[in-house]
Nanobody
Framework: QVQLVESGGGLVQPGGSLRLSCATSKFTLDYHTIGWFRQAPGKEREGVSC????????DYADSVKGRFTASVDNAKDTVYLQMNSLKPEDTAVYYCTADRTRTCSGYVPAYWGRGTQVTVSS
């Protein structure tokens, strides 16, 4: 069973940083690709980033390229999303997702965590 537990959200000022964590299992990391999605109030969910532990591929939405970085810590079975230079428009609930695929190409999530709130405001 795939379990994804997000943490690390909170309130941060514009220009600040946060690191989100997604705790999962070795099985998930070995056989699934991990994606981060977000949903702002009144908006549709959008893909933010994707990382594959199998082929090392990553992908980012244009809106976060150069500011967000996804990484995997295999020793802790955890995926991170480092978010820098945060903007008010980054405010959203962020979800960790997974799909049984080995690449970010054509990624469509099959499993979802419960989400963590990120608020960027002064």
């Amino acid at each position: 069973q795939v379990q994804l537990v997000e943490s690390g959200g909170g309130l941060v000022q514009p220009g600040g940083s946060l690191r989100l964590s997604c705790a999962t299992s070795k099985f998930t990391l070995d056989y699934h690709t991990i994606g981060w999605f977000r949903q702002a109030p009144g908006k549709e969910r959008e893909g933010v980033s994707c990382i594959s532990n199998s082929d090392g591929s990553t992908d980012y939405a244009d809106s976060v390229k150069g500011r967000f970085t996804a990484s995997v810590d295999n020793a802790k079975d955890t995926v991170y999303l480092q978010m820098n230079s945060l903007k008010p428009e980054d405010t959203a609930v962020y979800y960790c997702t997974a799909d049984r695929t080995r690449t970010c190409s054509g990624y469509v999530p099959a499993y979802w965590g419960r989400g963590t709130q990120v608020t960027v405001s002064s």
